[in-house]
Nanobody, 121 residues
Framework: QVQLVESGGGLVQAGGSLRLSCAAS????????MGWFRQAPGKEREVVAR????????YYADSVEGRFTISRDNAKNTVYLQMNSLKPEDTAVYYC??????????????WGQGTQVTVSS
């Protein structure tokens, strides 16, 4: 089992920045990719960004490309999501997730508890 603990959410004005952190513990050797999903009220959960644990390959949703950056610190078993130029439409609960394979909307074995990000206009 892998446990994920997120931190860093909060309230920010449009145009501002936030950084989310996700610390993994437990059987982390089994993890191949980690990333962030988000879910806004009335909307489906979507992948925001993901990163492979060994090669560091990244993927971003079109809606956040160029504004968000995902990174990892292998020594700390931690993944970060730097969010810049935030927009009100970025408001959602953000979830950290991990998987032994490729993280997708239908494949995510481990989940964090979620952290609220609210962007005011």
């Amino acid at each position: 089992q892998v446990q994920l603990v997120e931190s860093g959410g909060g309230l920010v004005q449009a145009g501002g920045s936030l950084r989310l952190s996700c610390a993994a513990s437990g059987r982390t050797v089994s993890v191949a990719s980690m990333g962030w999903f988000r879910q806004a009220p009335g909307k489906e959960r979507e992948v925001v960004a993901r990163i492979t644990w060994r090669g560091g390959r990244t993927y971003y949703a079109d809606s956040v490309e160029g504004r968000f950056t995902i990174s990892r610190d292998n020594a700390k078993n931690t993944v970060y999501l730097q969010m810049n130029s935030l927009k009100p439409e970025d408001t959602a609960v953000y979830y950290c997730a991990a998987d032994p394979g490729v993280l997708t909307t239908t494949q995510a074995s481990y989940w964090g508890q979620g952290t609220q990000v609210t962007v005011s206009s």
